[in-house]
């Protein structure tokens, strides 16, 4: 949401710290009315902000997955085989450290946000910020620590900076999406992640493409990006007593956020390190190769996904689970047809996209069989993780954090495929295990949703006996 122009933007509430910025589409009041449930409108309004929101969020996130994507393609041809494989396993550890992050802080700040007063949100903010910032320091020695007793000393450095300067700009930018301003994150993610692009493309052209100059670019990107956020927010002064309480209130709230979220990347991750152990990081580039087309899904995905917790939270309230869920299940929709049209492109011309890709000399053109399967794969876990954040999103996590347990024993489970056939068997495993932990999912929702009725129903009867 664009930022709206205000004569009184920088006045100080009467706590001392500075009143939160409001969007263009928010007026007056209305900034903190959209953090109430979009129950509570009319139906064309809730539409309206359904439309709007999920407009936004998928404009945000294809910034973010343009420049992801177009840097993985750029490293795909630049970088040698065996250093593009490192550089997949660099990023999926980033995103298992960074599930710390969201889950101990950025969600639980989401979730505070709409029960705090307007004039709370910017000590709400800058204590949160003080959190992240603390947690970043010690989630970056422990990756450090792993980087040097896997022998990457080379990249120690220029691996750190970035973790760092990347964990910077994403608690801004949680900051913006957890009040729905989802348009006024797009400048700073454009400079981070289109920057990034743009930076590895002048590194190729000059000749200086490495692993180490490839990580310095994407830290200085961050940096930037992170400052163009930060200058989109108003935060108070924060306060380490007042942190502290805050640190309790958000593990008691994220800590089966991080179970979850913990165990996902864990599935995730586990066919590319299992095919790094057992045929090498050339392995791991193929794959990586393939997931980069069935990926040009994340930004839908994850989109859709920045949204859902937010709003069936909201939706929870006065509505219960099926409330929440009918909240949930409209931005998934509005997902649904460019996931499928992704999907069948993949499906039918996977040896075209291959080729558009990579180029006709590229050694990852063998790859065919193995995009069909990964397409369905993503576009599976797209259903699966929007009723996941929907269970998060109502508070259920254990039971969220319990069906994601069930689709990694699933992944456990599938591993000969790997030892069987390779990169395809991976591919077939991520498929299989997908589709089993959509099914669970469904169920876990439907059970919640038949329970919540039944509840509600108790009273109905004892009242009429």
């Known amino acids: ?22 969007d263009a589409s928010e007026h007056g009041e209305e900034a903190c009315n959209n953090l109430k449930s979009e129950a509570e409108h009319a139906p064309h309004e809730a539409r309206r902000l359904l439309f709007d929101r999920a407009s936004w969020t998928l404009v945000d996130q294809c910034v973010v997955s343009l420049g992801n994507f177009v840097l993985n393609v750029q490293l795909a041809r630049g970088l040698a085989v065996a250093d593009y494989g490192k550089f997949a396993l660099f990023l999926g550890t980033i995103f298992a450290l960074r599930c710390f992050d969201y889950s101990l802080v950025s969600y639980p700040l989401s979730v505070r946000l709409h029960s705090a007063p ?14 992240a910032g603390v947690l970043g ?13 896997l022998g990457g000393g080379d990249i120690l450095l220029p691996a750190s900076a970035c973790y760092l300067a990347w964990q910077a700009q994403e608690t801004m930018r949680r900051c913006l999406l957890a009040n729905f301003r989802y348009r006024a994150a797009v400048p700073g ?64 709230l994220g800590k089966w956020s991080l179970v979850y979220y913990e165990i996902l990347i864990l599935r995730l991750q586990l066919f590319p390190w299992a095919l790094a152990a057992t045929a090498g990081t050339a392995a791991t580039a193929a794959f990586q190769a393939a997931a ?5 899904m994340n930004p839908i995905s994850l989109g859709i996904g920045n949204a859902i917790p937010q709003a069936a939270a909201q939706a929870h309230i006065t509505g219960g689970t099926h409330g929440a869920w009918r909240a949930a299940r409209g931005y998934l929709l509005f997902g649904l047809p460019p996931i499928l049209a992704i999907c069948a492109a993949g499906f039918l011309a996977p040896q075209l996209l291959l080729r558009l890709m990579y180029g006709a000399s590229s050694p990852y053109l063998d790859g065919v069989l193995t995009v069909q399967l990964l397409v369905f794969a993503v576009a599976a876990e797209y259903v699966g993780e929007m009723i996941g954040k929907t269970l998060l999103g109502i508070g259920a996590g254990r039971l969220a954090s319990l069906v994601i347990a069930l689709g990694l024993a699933a992944a456990v489970l599938a591993l000969p495929l790997i030892w069987m056939f390779g990169v395809v068997g991976a591919a077939l495993a991520l498929a299989i295990t997908n589709l089993i932990r959509l099914v669970v999912a469904w169920m876990a929702l439907r059970w919640l949703i038949a329970k919540d009725t039944t509840s509600a129903e108790l009273p109905q009867t004892a009242g009429a006996a």
Not at 118 to 131: F, I, R, T, W, Y
Not at 191 to 218: D, E, P, R
Not at 292 to 296: E, K, L
């Open 1 to 22: 949401m664009q930022r709206q122009a205000d004569a009184n933007d920088g006045r100080m509430s009467g706590g001392g710290s500075v009143v939160i910025e409001r």
């Open 118 to 131: 307007c004039e709370d949100h910017p000590g709400l903010m800058a204590n949160s910020a003080l959190l």
């Open 137 to 149: 320091l010690v989630l970056v020695l422990l990756f450090a620590l792993g980087i040097e007793f």
């Open 189 to 252: 993610d454009a400079v981070s992640f289109i920057g990034q692009a743009m930076a590895i493309a002048v590194l190729a052209w000059i000749g200086s493409l490495t692993l180490a100059s490839v990580l310095f670019a994407m830290s200085a990107t961050f940096v930037a990006g992170a400052l163009v956020h930060a200058s989109k927010l108003h935060f108070g002064r924060p306060n380490i007593a007042q942190a502290m309480t805050l640190a309790r209130d958000y593990f008691a």
């Open 292 to 296: 980069n087309i069935a990926n040009v």
